[in-house]
């Protein structure tokens, strides 16, 4: 009976049980993302959180702390170069665990163990959604409340020139009328000049042969 007892020890000894984690960790750190069962990803989350913190502090003595767990040199200083720039803000919780479907031959559970400050898929959901909770005010208000809106002079320049175009057209329709009416005049009282001429040489035509 397993009574009170907090590490699963995986079906290994001491030794191999910590290899391996130390193996799955380095990996983890340089792909962000592996594929295993989920009792070892829940016992590399156990065991890969605290090294994580521990790179918060960029000291001489972490490192040796850290690499007497992973044993790799590359692992550490990406760890405390790359990783720690991106958990800075992060007060814990550096992993994710992601469950599978159950593997073919004997049934165990799977899972994905990753970073969660290399996941792009759940960072741009995030950014969606709180880009979907800004509200918006709407145009009327904005427009009647904002004193130095530029949309309001523009709109009555608009106006402005629009009824100058009209006045200007009137004017030379109405200018256009009144030279067709003067032209009209003109050759009215040209016709009536000319008609009374005719008359009166017929008057004058008509009185000489009387005079003589």
Known sequence: MRHAKKNNHLSRKAPHRKAMLSNMACSLIKHKRIKTTLAKAKALRVYLEPLI????????????????????????????????????????????????????????????????DYNEVYIKDIVDKKSKRRRSRSKTKSLAESPNNESLPKTSEKKASSVANLDVSRDAEASDLSQQAKSVADSNSDEKDIGVLNTEKKNDSDQKPDEK
């Open 53 to 116: 913190t521990k790179s918060k502090n960029d000291t001489t003595h972490s490192r040796r702390v850290v690499f007497s767990y992973l044993k790799q040199k590359d692992v550490v200083t990406e760890l405390f170069g790359d990783i720690a720039t991106k958990i800075t803000d992060r007060p814990g919780g550096y992993t994710r665990i992601i469950r599978l479907a159950n593997r073919i031959g004997d049934n165990s559970k799977m899972c994905f163990i990753e970073l969660v």
